[in-house]
């Protein structure tokens, strides 16, 4: 009797001191030295994507001849599927892979789809090509899928949040991984961009596979150097446990006889859990306290020699389901946010092909290149906000980032919102130069007017996504369950994906409602089209996008966590 009472206490001390040799062990890794090289590994990789797919529409509306408002729907599409993918790729590596073996394997996968669209456009047959183009894009969203919610979350776990300095460092690490992703794409989109219009598609989209063997190639030669994170098992499970667990105890209530939550009577195994794991424990919070039934301790729990995950879940479980609970409202009220960063790509593309793009004799500006102004505002915006403007906030607001995750995020929209109105005021001033040279009916003709009009709206997203993307990145990294991190970083790449699909049904209700009541807003010929009601549309949406997020975030309550 006695040995077998103390042969888990003694199982729990040969296990934790198994966990501390691997905590020193792991100690001697990751910190910047890691993140340096995944950094690069982004930036290589967003060079890929960007070079591959900036682009995009005017190789469907110019080689494959689709409509600009069909190729436009197309594109969002397949950037929809491309950015809710890595919830596929987050929960497979969370669950069963981990998230080193994931980046390998999709990696892999990206590379083959992007060798595959440099064939589709060399030396496949030109009835086969369509097929095959869009085969290697989908190919390339797959890979996507997994590369990217793993990549990120890969490198904010170099830094142990339990470590003051690494923790302010991770935070640090956020902003410069943005700086990595725009470096990457800003490269691209000066250099390939020209190479496509220009030279070939074919080394146009050669270029970016070359990229993607390289980012490949330095993740492998940092392996060495990483700190990796254990598999916990299947997050989903754990979660689909507590609402199972809530339900079947629906009809009891907390007593104060002993037959009570297991906070109490299971800390133990809270604390196992907890070591074992690598999982924060987390207080109580009062919200959602239906949730809080799978932690009664009834009658059948208490005769039950082993706990059943099904009917009796431990008290930092629940609290982990309402993390994500809270995280819904917020991830709901983005998703207007991610319609308009769809736009650049798109519609803003087609609309700088009407205008004059020539600066010399022999250079013109490709119209997708102007995008590079998003990511040369973010390379420009970063270091002053990570060195200038946080410690300057935090001095007035004594938070460490200087401004919540929250704050910053509403910020960003509110910068959609105004990127919105001054494309609206641009193409009011397209269309009036257009009818005052009698071009409204010459769609081919170039408009006298720079195509570095654009640049104002472009340079407000750039602003725009220096205060949004990141802070969603951090906010759905910070505030997720340590064991679902990936399903984060998925979580808000998932509403960039969401906002693109939306965005594509957008295009279809605006041609359907405007086609029977006038002339379609985003018709072939830009010129009697009405893309400046479209982008007033946009602004008036973000507007209330924004009233919506405000609303949510006034009731949000940040994750704590003890000790």
Request: with cysteine.
């Amino acid at each position: 009797m006695d040995g077998s009472a103390t042969s888990p206490l003694l199982n729990a001390d040969d296990h934790e001191e198994d966990m501390e040799a691997n905590e020193q062990q792991e100690s001697s890794k990751g910190g910047w030295r890691s993140s340096i090289y995944i950094i690069g590994v982004e930036a290589a990789e967003r060079f890929a994507y960007y070079g591959m797919s900036a682009n995009l529409i005017t190789y469907l509306t110019d080689v494959l001849l689709e409509p600009t408002a069909t190729a436009a729907m197309n594109v969002n599409i397949w950037s929809g599927v491309a950015t809710v993918l890595p919830l596929l790729g987050a929960f497979m590596a969370d669950s069963y892979l981990g998230r080193f073996k994931t980046i390998i394997i999709s990696s892999a996968i990206y590379l083959m789809g992007l060798v595959m669209l440099v064939l589709s456009v060399s030396v496949i047959p030109l009835r086969f090509q369509k097929v095959v183009f869009f085969f290697s894009l989908y190919m390339v969203a797959v890979g996507e899928g997994g590369h990217k919610p793993c990549i990120q979350t890969f490198g904010a776990d170099q830094f142990d949040e339990d470590k003051p300095d690494e923790k302010t460092a991770k935070s640090s690490f956020f902003n410069w991984w943005y700086f990595g992703i725009c470096t990457g794409n800003s490269t691209a989109l000066c250099l390939v961009v020209y190479i496509q219009d220009n030279v070939s598609w074919a080394i146009g989209f050669g270029v970016p596979a070359i990229a993607m063997a390289i980012a490949l190639a330095l993740f492998l030669f940092g392996w060495r150097s990483y700190r990796r994170q254990s598999l916990t098992g299947s997050p989903l499970t754990r979660v689909v446990q507590v609402f199972v667990a809530a339900a079947r105890k629906r009809h009891l209530s907390f007593s104060d006889d002993g037959h009570g939550d297991c906070s109490g009577e299971e800390s133990i195994t809270l604390a196992i859990d907890s070591h074992s794991t690598g999982r924060q424990t987390l207080p109580r919070i009062h919200q959602f306290k239906f949730l809080d039934k799978a932690t009664i301790i009834d009658d059948l729990d208490l005769s039950s020699k082993n706990r059943n995950g099904w009917r009796l879940c431990t008290l930092t479980q629940v609290e982990e389901v309402k993390l994500l609970l809270r995280l819904l409202p917020i991830w709901f009220s983005c998703l207007i946010y991610g319609i308009m960063f769809s736009q650049g790509g798109t519609f803003f593309t087609k609309q700088g092909s009407t205008m004059y793009k020539r600066i010399s004799s022999n250079f013109s500006v490709p119209p997708a290149s102007l995008q590079v102004a998003i990511g040369v505002v973010t390379i420009i915006g970063m270091p002053i906000y990570d060195l200038v403007f946080v410690p300057t906030a935090r001095n007035c607001t004594g938070f460490p980032s200087g401004i919540t995750i929250l704050q910053r995020i509403g910020v960003g929209i509110f910068l959609s919102a105004v990127a919105m109105v001054i494309a609206a005021l641009v193409e009011g001033r397209r269309l009036k130069i257009a009818r005052e040279y009698g071009l409204i009916e010459k769609p081919k003709e170039t408009i006298p007017m720079s195509i570095f009009w654009l640049l104002p709206q472009y340079m407000m997203m750039g602003a725009s996504n220096l205060f949004a993307i990141v802070g969603l990145q951090e906010l759905f990294y910070d505030q997720m369950p340590e064991g679902m991190r990936s399903m984060g970083s998925a979580a808000y790449l998932s509403v960039l994906g969401a906002g693109s699909l939306l965005s594509s049904a957008l295009i279809s209700m605006v041609q359907f409602a405007s086609s029977r009541w006038g002339d379609e807003w985003l018709g072939e010929n830009l010129n009697l089209a009405h893309l400046d009601y479209y982008c007033w549309l946009l602004a008036g949406l973000s507007g209330f996008g924004l009233g919506c997020f405000i609303l949510v975030a006034k009731c949000f309550i940040y994750k704590k966590t003890q000790c």
